[in-house]
Every structure is written in C-alpha cells, then in structure tokens.
C-alpha cells in the first residue's frame, strides 16, 4: 500500500521523505489554507521534494473554469495531480484530464455508487473519505470494502486512495482490505512507528549492553 502524506507543511513533508517511505502528497484548500502559503508556491516546493503524486485541488464548480484551473496547475511540475470534487462537473473534468494524460484524484466520495462513477470517468485516484464517512454515523471501512469489491468486480484500475484517516487503525483496515493507497496526516503516519514494548525493548537492550563496557564504532 502506497503512503501519501496529507499535508501543505513542508517541514513535515521533508521528515517524512527522508524515511524513505512517502509515496506522494495530498493536500486541499482547507490545509493549503492552514499551511498560511501561496497555494502555487507551496505546491511547487512540494512537487521538488516528493517524486509521486502532488494532489492539488481546483476549487472552481462549473466544467469550464475547473478546466482552466487544472491547466494553470499542472503546469507547475510533472508530478501535479489534479483533484477534482465528485460532481457531474467533477468528472466531465475528470473525463478530459484523464484522457489528455493528467492524473486525477477524484475527492469528497461518500459511497461506492460515487466510486464506480469516478471509476467509470478514468480516475486516477479515487478518495473515499473514511473519518468524515465515521463521524456521520456511517462505516468508512466498510465503504472501503465495498469499493474494493465493485472495483475487482470489473478491473477498474482506479486506485483506492483512503483519505480523512484519522488514526493508525484506519490504516491497518485499509491494508487488510487491499487499498492501493492512504492519505494521513503527519501524526498518524509517525504514530506507526511506535509501539511501547519496541521503546521498553530497546531500553533493555541498551542497559544490558551498556554494562558489557564495549562500543561497536
Ligand atoms: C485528502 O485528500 C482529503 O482532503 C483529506 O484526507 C480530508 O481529511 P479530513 O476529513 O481530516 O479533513
């Protein structure tokens, strides 16, 4: 399963690709909003520091102006992946861009009716939003599952990037079910790391070796 980062922070994204495990980068206005950045600048220093896929969202609603916002936007690196929001609108764009060779991260999906649309219009990533999909009384993994299924239903080769991750067991439900990718904030991807008896582990070790006297460099 692929790794992106969801986040405009650039010290954050830094961190994370010197581990070597960071596969791409999502943002939206809301963190492009947060990150206090010009929203061109900021995508472009993103798009040097990360090989994969850039997500960066029109915020036109009408065909027309989402299309020329996409052609302002990839031009700013190879790696731009245009998002666009699930609406008739959405995915004539998404439809045009695919075709013309742009990826396309279709966001804001809330069901596996919407997943097979996206699928349907060649998207490149479809981003079921799992966190908001909880939050409102519903089953974000189970969203999951059920797209996953429609999807290796047909061989649609959309990918299910699971995005509005907001803990480590979301990410553990999405491998187990197959997505191809996740989006997480920094925490939660570093939460990943942790685990108490790794800490408590390595405290012991480093006593123990610590009274042997010897040093290996
Ligand atoms: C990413 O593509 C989405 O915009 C993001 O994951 C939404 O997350 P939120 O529900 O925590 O705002």
Same mark, same amino acid.
């Given at each position: 399963m692929k790794f992106f980062a969801d986040t405009a922070d650039i010290d954050d994204i830094k961190e994370l690709a010197a581990t070597g495990l960071l596969d791409g980068v999502?943002?939206?206005?809301? @963190?492009? &909003? %947060?990150? +206090?950045?010009? =929203?061109?600048?900021?995508?472009?220093?993103?798009?040097?520091?990360?090989?994969?896929?850039?997500?960066?969202?029109?915020?036109?609603?009408?065909?027309?102006?989402?299309m020329k916002e996409a052609e302002v936007l990839r031009k700013i690196a190879d790696n731009v992946c245009i998002k666009v929001p699930l609406t008739i609108d959405?995915?004539?764009?998404?439809?045009?861009?695919?075709?013309?060779?742009t990826m396309v991260n279709v966001t804001l999906c809330f069901?596996?009716?919407?997943?097979? @649309?996206? &699928? %349907?219009? +060649?998207?490149? =990533?479809?981003?079921?939003?799992?966190?908001?999909?909880?939050?409102?009384?519903?089953?974000?993994?189970?969203?999951?599952?059920?797209?996953?299924?429609?999807?290796?239903?047909?061989?649609?080769?959309?990918?299910?990037?699971?995005?509005?991750?907001?803990?480590?067991?979301?990410?553990?439900?999405?491998?187990?079910?197959?997505a191809d990718v996740m989006t997480a904030p920094p925490k939660v991807i570093k939460a990943l790391f942790n685990h108490v008896l790794t800490d408590k582990g390595i405290e012991g070790f480093l006593k123990d070796w610590q009274a042997t006297g010897q040093s290996i460099v």
């Open positions: 999502t943002t939206n206005p809301s @963190l492009i &909003a %947060k990150s +206090g950045r010009d =929203f061109m600048e900021v995508t472009k220093e993103i798009c040097s520091i990360v090989d994969g896929p850039v997500s960066a969202e029109v915020v036109a609603l009408d065909h027309e102006t989402m959405g995915l004539k764009t998404c439809k045009a861009l695919t075709e013309d060779g069901s596996a009716n919407q997943a097979l @649309l996206a &699928a %349907k219009a +060649g998207a490149t =990533f479809i981003s079921p939003f799992v966190g908001r999909h909880d939050d409102n009384g519903f089953n974000g993994m189970e969203l999951i599952e059920d797209i996953r299924l429609i999807y290796d239903n047909y061989m649609f080769e959309t990918e299910i990037l699971v995005a509005s991750v907001r803990h480590v067991t979301h990410v553990l439900e999405s491998a187990r079910i197959g």
